[in-house]
């Protein structure tokens, strides 16, 4: 039995109380044009610190982007042995830096579980330089604005506005330039759509596109600023999307990003107050 939209979300406090967020979707609608049901399922979100996220689909499939494992200081410690994940059936790379990309994680995860990699043409064929043994689908999604169907779960490579060279000995390494940044939209078996923005600051985009065009349920934003936007420009970028829910990510992982999700809500409050703010933990496990 198919669901609507509305009624997808109003049932999404229950579905995350585990967590003690039952109130979590109460509230406005941000999109006032209803769209296609969502179909039954539910999908997994974990943060594992930073910008590393591992998503479970509908059907079981584990998806995860910009993995940083082994030098992450806020990566759960379980994730750091070996075949810990189980499966994962996709990699997410947004660019190259070595808080997102790190050569020695990739290998790692690529000979565990032999995964199609998504990333932006440039960083794709420097990993299928490195790795020779990653299923790059550097001809099935590689560039920004294209859309690839995986399985029933489709993924949007989508603009962003940052850096994006590797160093491969680690944060005192030589830079390489390796392509753009870019984020993502993830479309789950049951239509729910996620964005993942990456590494960006506040562009025009975030309206036109993302928000009139995609019209993502939930979306994920950098608060930490030095490096990407903070709170301030997070919250308008939440007015700017309208998701229903957003998810504060790199942040609190390094001294200097002092950002909190607190100052970050506070903002939301302020700009976009019909926007709910999910304050996930690394480690800890939601489902919508």
């Known amino acids: 039995m198919s669901v609507s939209r509305r009624q997808f979300f109003k049932g999404l406090g229950a579905a995350i109380g585990m967590v003690g967020l039952q109130s979590l979707m109460k509230g406005a609608i941000a999109h006032a044009v209803e769209k296609e049901p969502i179909g039954p399922g539910k999908v997994g979100i974990e943060w594992l610190g930073h910008g590393s996220f591992l998503f479970t689909s509908c059907n079981g499939k584990k998806i995860l982007l910009d993995p940083w494992i082994s030098t992450n200081p806020k990566c759960p410690g379980r994730y750091r042995k070996k075949g810990a994940f189980g499966s994962v059936e996709m990699i997410l790379w947004t660019h190259g830096h070595v808080d997102h990309f790190m050569l020695p994680d ?11 990699v998504v990333a932006p043409w440039e960083l794709s064929f420097f990993i299928k330089a490195q790795i020779p043994d990653a299923n790059c689908q550097t001809f099935v999604l590689a560039n920004k604005g294209a859309t690839a169907n995986f399985g029933g779960i489709k993924v949007t490579m989508t603009e962003a506005f940052h850096s994006a060279g590797a160093q491969l000995t680690g944060f005192e390494g030589v830079n390489r330039f390796v392509g753009e940044a870019a984020g993502y939209i993830i479309e789950f078996e049951n239509g729910l759509k996620v964005y993942h923005s990456g590494d960006t600051s506040l562009m025009g985009d975030m309206k036109t596109i993302i928000g009139d065009h995609y019209k993502p349920d ?22 700017l999307i309208r998701p229903r ?6 942040y609190g992982t390094f001294p200097v990003l002092t950002q909190t999700s607190n100052g970050f809500k506070k903002q939301v409050r302020k700009q976009a107050p019909q926007v709910k703010v999910l304050d996930v933990k690394p480690g800890v496990r939601v489902e919508v």
């Open 106 to 116: 990739a290998k790692e995860l690529v000979a565990d579980y032999k995964p199609k």
């Open 218 to 239: 939930i979306a994920i934003l950098p608060i930490g600023g030095v490096f990407t936007m903070g709170p301030d420009e997070a919250a308008y970028a939440c007015k």
């Open 245 to 250: 829910v957003a998810i504060p990510e790199h």
